[in-house]
């Protein structure tokens, strides 16, 4: 009998019938070793008489594997039972393995353990448009200039509150005009463009900058060409402008920077090399002297007043006794730095097209007002050439810096026409 074998038996066995089993299966020693089958079955020696009689509980206790074949720790199982006891010790150990990568996740990690490391700051330079920090990509951008109309059908107009300077004279008929010059400012709307005028491309020079404009008076337009200016003219540029359907013309062309950007990529014009304004640091005065300005180039249609908000240290800008609103954004106009130049002008002679077109005398020196952090410095400005930049200087000859930001620049017949007050 097999040591595994083992049934429950509800009735004993016969001592006859265990006798008789014994003499059929009896084998020496020597013959059990010798017919130990495939499975390596343990083969238990004949029962004796005395034993044969014991109850089925007696044969139903657990085996002693003390005195097997195998050895004391060597019990002899199936190989099926062997399978799935090799199973289950492969379960528990990836049960205890999980048990412990989950504990390890689990736990709070030590914040002592870790150094921080600050992220760097972007880098950034000075615009040398207008001073304000930007990035080397954006400063290394070619400046543009838009000439853009300031008649009453053309407000609100679009795009001057990203410019970085703005120009302002007269054209015809006592209506001022603003030459916009961009280069970190990408406005998606600009306009209503307008045509070319001398002295505004004589202020264009110094910044290397693409003139945009559709057409011009016969003097700018040969200027133009004279004196290699980046020309952008819609009458050749058609496709980078755009007539709009809301307003008639002529107040109604208009363009963007991206644009303008297109066009002047395509004619090879990347960056603009020029020696802008020298800045600043904002350093509002602990005691204002100049908080409103009233300008006044011909009558109350062009009539300007800024008030100076010391909260932003910037100057609200209104134009016939309204507010000057950006049309992009709906939002006021507020330029940092505000200047004005005296600057002597005439309606010219008739050209041969028959019209007087407006002449300023730009090129030259006269009296300047810079307004700025709520107070006002007196100077000169002067202008030696066509291509040199315009400086500002104080009473005492240094140049005047001004704060980083919008400046805006309005040219004036007369002192007469500027006015301040606390």
Same mark, same amino acid.
């Given at each position: 009998?097999?040591?595994?074998?083992?049934?429950?038996?509800?009735?004993?066995?016969?001592?006859?019938?265990?006798?008789?089993?014994?003499?059929?299966?009896?084998?020496?020693?020597?013959?059990?070793?010798?017919?130990?089958?495939?499975?390596?079955?343990?083969?238990?020696?004949?029962?004796?008489?005395?034993?044969?009689?014991?109850?089925?509980?007696?044969?139903?206790?657990?085996?002693?594997?003390?005195?097997?074949?195998?050895?004391?720790?060597?019990?002899?199982?199936?190989?099926?039972?062997?399978?799935?006891?090799?199973? &289950?010790?492969?379960?528990?150990?990836?049960?205890?393995?999980?048990?412990?990568?989950?504990?390890?996740?689990?736990?709070?990690?030590?914040?002592?353990?870790?150094?921080?490391?600050?992220?760097?700051?972007?880098?950034?330079?000075?615009?040398?448009?207008?001073?304000?920090?930007?990035?080397?990509?954006?400063?290394?951008?070619?400046?543009?200039?838009?000439?853009?109309?300031?008649?009453?059908?053309?407000?609100?107009?679009?795009?001057?509150?990203?410019?970085?300077?703005?120009?302002?004279?007269?054209?015809?008929?006592?209506?001022?005009?603003?030459?916009?010059? %961009?280069?970190?400012?990408?406005?998606?709307?600009?306009?209503?463009?307008?045509?070319?005028?001398?002295?505004?491309?004589?202020?264009?020079?110094?910044?290397?900058?693409?003139?945009?404009?559709?057409?011009?008076?016969?003097?700018?337009?040969?200027?133009?060409?004279?004196?290699?200016?980046?020309?952008?003219?819609?009458?050749?540029?058609?496709? %980078?402008?755009?007539?709009?359907?809301?307003?008639?013309?002529?107040?109604?062309?208009?363009?963007?920077?991206?644009?303008?950007?297109?066009?002047?990529?395509?004619?090879?014009?990347?960056?603009?090399?020029?020696?802008?304004?020298?800045?600043?640091?904002?350093?509002?005065?602990?005691?204002?002297?100049?908080?409103?300005?009233?300008?006044?180039?011909?009558?109350?249609?062009?009539?300007?007043?800024?008030?100076?908000?010391?909260?932003?240290?910037?100057?609200?800008?209104?134009?016939?006794?309204?507010?000057?609103?950006?049309?992009?954004?709906?939002?006021?106009?507020?330029?940092?730095?505000?200047?004005?130049?005296?600057?002597?002008?005439?309606?010219?002679?008739?050209?041969?097209?028959?019209? %007087?077109?407006?002449? %300023?005398?730009?090129?030259?020196?006269?009296?300047?007002? &810079?307004?700025?952090?709520?107070?006002?410095?007196?100077?000169?400005?002067?202008?030696?050439?066509?291509?040199?930049?315009?400086?500002?200087?104080?009473?005492?000859?240094?140049?005047?810096?001004?704060?980083?930001?919008?400046?805006?620049?309005?040219?004036?017949?007369?002192?007469?026409?500027?006015?301040?007050?606390?």
């Amino acid at each position: 009998m097999m040591i595994d074998d083992f049934r429950p038996s509800n009735q004993p066995r016969r001592q006859s019938d265990s006798l008789k089993q014994n003499s059929e299966n009896f084998q020496t020693p020597d013959e059990a070793a010798a017919t130990d089958d495939v499975e390596d079955q343990a083969i238990i020696p004949v029962e004796p008489l005395e034993e044969a009689a014991q109850d089925t509980m007696a044969r139903n206790k657990k085996p002693n594997f003390k005195n097997s074949r195998r050895g004391r720790f060597s019990p002899h199982w199936p190989r099926t039972k062997k399978c799935w006891t090799g199973l &289950v010790v492969v379960v528990v150990l990836l049960l205890i393995g999980g048990f412990l990568l989950l504990d390890k996740h689990s736990k709070v990690p030590d914040i002592t353990s870790f150094t921080t490391t600050a992220k760097p700051k972007p880098a950034t330079v000075a615009s040398r448009l207008t001073g304000v920090q930007v990035t080397p990509a954006l400063a290394k951008l070619p400046v543009t200039g838009v000439m853009i109309e300031n008649s009453i059908d053309a407000r609100p107009q679009s795009g001057l509150s990203q410019a970085g300077v703005v120009f302002e004279a007269l054209a015809e008929g006592g209506i001022t005009r603003f030459m916009a010059l %961009y280069e970190e400012g990408q406005p998606t709307s600009i306009g209503p463009v307008r045509s070319a005028r001398p002295y505004f491309i004589d202020w264009l020079l110094p910044f290397d900058a693409g003139y945009a404009h559709v057409g011009g008076s016969p003097a700018a337009l040969s200027e133009i060409q004279d004196l290699n200016v980046r020309d952008m003219n819609q009458f050749y540029n058609g496709s %980078y402008y755009t007539r709009i359907s809301s307003r008639q013309a002529p107040h109604n062309v208009y363009t963007s920077m991206a644009q303008l950007s297109a066009l002047e990529q395509s004619k090879g014009w990347t960056t603009s090399n020029f020696v802008g304004f020298p800045r600043k640091s904002d350093s509002p005065s602990k005691q204002p002297t100049a908080t409103t300005i009233n300008m006044n180039p011909s009558n109350s249609q062009m009539a300007v007043n800024y008030t100076y908000d010391p909260t932003k240290n910037s100057y609200k800008r209104s134009e016939a006794g309204a507010p000057m609103i950006d049309a992009n954004t709906g939002q006021q106009l507020e330029p940092k730095v505000v200047i004005a130049i005296i600057v002597p002008w005439t309606d010219g002679a008739l050209d041969s097209s028959g019209a %007087y077109y407006t002449d %300023y005398s730009d090129i030259g020196s006269g009296a300047v007002y &810079v307004f700025q952090d709520g107070t006002v410095t007196q100077g000169t400005w002067t202008k030696s050439t066509q291509t040199s930049q315009i400086q500002f200087n104080n009473a005492s000859g240094t140049p005047i810096k001004l704060n980083a930001g919008q400046t805006w620049i309005t040219a004036l017949g007369s002192s007469s026409e500027v006015s301040y007050s606390n």
